[in-house]
């Protein structure tokens, strides 16, 4: 398992989850109900983390997120290494796996 993403806002991290589960990514949501027992923990060490089960899939998520929480990544994108058009949530093509570079 490998922790990709946490933050203060529970809220966002639950979105973040619900972005890596339609891109059949298995991920769990871990301190989603310690905020409790905030003030006796450092206060980072509350935040819920967005953590993925299978090791491979660190890279994409991270991807996947970086791209969720990029601003406006609405629209298609040409792939620079093959040309070929992908979807705006994508930040891999889907073709030949490139990076998404943001200079299309
Ligand atoms: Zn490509």
Known sequence: MKRVYSAAD???????????????IACF???????GAAGELPVNECWPELWVL???EEWLAGELI???????TGGDWTCA???????GAFGLC???GALRTGRE
């Open 54 to 56: 299978e090791d491979r």
């Open 29 to 35: 949501v871990k301190n989603e109900f310690l905020r």
């Open 81 to 87: 290494e093959c040309g070929e058009i992908c979807e």
């Open 94 to 96: 889907w073709r030949c």
């Open 66 to 72: 970086a791209d969720a929480l990029a601003p406006g």
């Open 10 to 24: 529970p809220v966002l991290v639950g979105y973040l989850k619900s972005v890596l589960e339609g891109h059949r």
